[in-house]
């Protein structure tokens, strides 16, 4: 079963491009990563999905690399507004049941 | 087109109380799922149900039962509340179940006592 790591915080500027890792060391062959945003008091929200190399979306890029035992998610020149937690979660199918297990977080600041 | 929603928005119980917490959505989704999110701490699934009809246990279900009532509900009860089920308890549907983008409640902010 996938455990996943992330950083707790990080913080960046308005403009510079932001690159949050997360680490999912037993990720087996059929499992897919995909990240969400939180804002306070609200529910997350879906930004990228991926399976493995890269995927672009209009927001945001997700790397995987040929391991896949971790996976980069890239926000191109943040704003104020992108200050929020960031989670990753990795869907696990098993024969009748899936796992969703997603990591603690990391909670963006993005400074003026 | 109200996407999913939560009620209460916010409960308080005292210990050995039950509830039940509300989930519908108006997507047609197949699949929901109930979470909870404790402070500085991801999300951990409870419940969820696949389609109408079925549903299989998460990371968390002890202390909890749910009930998919049709298409559209998805209800979540707490039997016997405890301490340790005070958390913000978020419900989520997706068009299928695993690797398809959920669209999340507003959650509903729950306090034991």
């Known amino acids: 079963l996938a455990k996943t790591t992330q950083p707790i915080s990080m913080d960046s500027y308005e403009g510079q491009e932001v690159n949050i890792t997360c680490s999912h060391n037993n990720i087996a062959t059929n499992d897919y990563i995909t990240w969400y945003q939180q804002f306070p008091s609200q529910g997350p929200r879906f930004i990228i999905q991926?399976?493995?190399t890269k995927v672009t979306n209009e927001v945001a890029s997700l790397f995987i690399p040929a391991d896949r035992k971790s996976s980069t998610l890239s926000l191109p020149r943040v704003s104020l507004s992108d200050t929020a937690v960031y989670y990753c979660l990795v869907v696990s199918r098993g024969d009748s049941s899936y796992k969703l297990i997603f990591g603690s977080g990391t909670r963006l600041l993005v400074r003026p | 087109n109200a996407g999913v929603t939560q009620t209460p928005k916010f409960q308080v119980l005292k210990t050995g109380q039950s509830m039940t917490l509300q989930c519908a959505q108006d997507m047609n989704h197949n699949s929901m799922y109930w979470y909870r999110q404790d402070p500085g701490m991801g999300l951990r699934l409870i419940y969820y149900?696949?389609?109408?009809?079925?549903?299989d246990k998460g990371e968390v279900p002890n202390g909890y039962n749910v009930s998919r009532l049709n298409k559209r509900e998805f209800s979540l009860r707490l039997e016997s509340a405890a301490p340790s089920q005070t958390s913000v308890y978020f419900c989520?549907?997706?068009?299928?179940?695993?690797?398809?983008?959920?669209?999340f409640g507003p959650g509903t902010r729950l306090t034991v006592t």
């Open positions: 991926g399976y493995k």
């Open positions: 989520a549907s997706s068009i299928q179940t695993g690797i398809y983008e959920q669209y």
């Open positions: 149900s696949a389609s109408e009809g079925t549903t």
